[in-house]
């Protein structure tokens, strides 16, 4: 994972990945044919469902299956990816995506979602009982805290941008050039609130969970996210003239 953080940041130094506003009209034949948006992302979403919830479900060990600290756990994974691989493609209604990626995110989620679950239920151990307890619990917390604050922005931001394509679609925009200013909330400070929003998620429940799995699925998602809030936020300025100087990419006042 880690080695995939870093060739995914080196990738995107070099090219930009085609889906979104960053797909030019015309792309390589070798990206494959273009998937309708709600499709594309059920589609390379839906591996997170499956791969944990069959982990879970197939592990002797009962403890990830209840409230406990790995039932938690797997529940803030699950709650995420039933908002992201239900919820969300049945509201999106985004540009086409290139099947090449759609089959390269599957093969992603595959590997994250069983990764993340074959740890909660067959490695982790929060009952341990030694002095470490009190600096456990509140990581736990503390973690647990930044998903939700993480998920509130991220699902409300995304929101936000469904709502701008939706205007400005039937407002007679073209179906590929219906792009506007985000503003308010959270994208007055940054081009790109959803991926912040989806960073500080995983960021908490590494912090929350404590593991090295964990650990590499927030520095994969910043991998991934910051240099492509970076391409975004340079399409947005080239693309308004009064786009607000002040404005970050991803990082409110930092990046
Ligand atoms: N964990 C990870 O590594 C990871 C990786 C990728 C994505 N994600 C998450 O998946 C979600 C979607 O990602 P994304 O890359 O598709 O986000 P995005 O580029 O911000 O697009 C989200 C939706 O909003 C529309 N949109 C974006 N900017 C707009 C604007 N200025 N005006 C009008 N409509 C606009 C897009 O339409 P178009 O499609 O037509 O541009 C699309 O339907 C995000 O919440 C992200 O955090 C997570």
Redesign the pocket.
Known sequence: MFIMAALTALGHLCTEAP?????KERISPWWGPLLP?GIA?FLL?VPNLLGALSVALTCPRADCRQLTVNGFLLMMFLIHYIN?SIV?PLR????G?PLAIVLM?MGFCTYNSTMQAHHLCYVARFDSGDGAALLRLILLVAGSLLFLIGFII?VQ??AH??N??KA?TSAGGRP?D?????TGALFEYVS?A??F???LE?SGYALAAGSLPALS?AV??WS??GP?ALQ?HGW?RAKFDDYPKSRKAIIPWLL
């Open positions: 889906f979104g506003k960053l797909r948006a992302w979403e992201r969300y999106t209604r985004g540009r995506t995110a991220n931001s995304d941008l469904i701008l394509r400005s590929d219906h792009y506007t200013m985000p790109c959803n991926y929003g989806e960073s995983w699925f994969y998602t991934f996210l492509r975004q947005y």
